[in-house]
């Protein structure tokens, strides 16, 4: 019974590994690269992927809340503040928004960075150290079938 034991929480530990892995590739992408991946899901040319900007427009930004079911929740906790989450994905890291009000000269998390990051967590897998898409990605919700039981 231990012996099942170990091989689940060695499962879950590589799971999470990939999770946090997948989260720093993207969070290290460019706000052009994060458009362009994010025009990949949505099905968008190459040719017209290029003046797409989820990044810059919020109308294209909330269509995609609405789209892919993406949550938004505030962590109270030491004023950690805005996160999103695509609901139904396995993916367990909330991207956290960080903004000016931080004040911090870290990378920062716009709103609508988060938004597409979150959407990125959920369709993209780390192989090789490169993003590729999920096998059998539907495309409009996040939900997949890599869960660990």
Not at 45 to 53: L, P, R, V
Not at 88 to 101: A, V
Not at 127 to 134: A, C, F, M, N, P
Request: aromatic letters at 8%; proline letters at 2%.
């Amino acid at each position: 019974m231990s012996e099942d034991i170990t091989v689940f929480m060695e499962a879950r530990k590589q799971k999470h590994n990939e999770h946090i892995q997948r989260y720093l590739k993207i969070k290290s992408l460019t706000d052009k690269e994060i458009s362009l991946l994010v025009a990949e899901v949505e099905g968008i040319d190459a040719q017209s992927a290029a003046s797409y900007d989820p990044m810059g427009d919020n109308w294209i930004a909330f269509d995609l809340i609405v789209k892919y079911d993406v949550t938004r929740n505030y962590e109270e906790y030491n004023l950690i503040g805005f996160g999103y989450h695509c609901h139904g994905s396995d993916n367990p890291i909330i991207i956290t928004e960080i903004s000016d009000d931080y004040n911090l000269s870290e990378f920062q998390i716009t709103p609508n960075r988060a938004i597409c990051m979150a959407i990125l967590q959920a369709k993209y897998q780390l192989i090789d150290g490169e993003l590729k898409r999920r096998e059998g990605d539907n495309g409009l919700n996040c939900s997949n079938d890599d869960k660990i039981s």
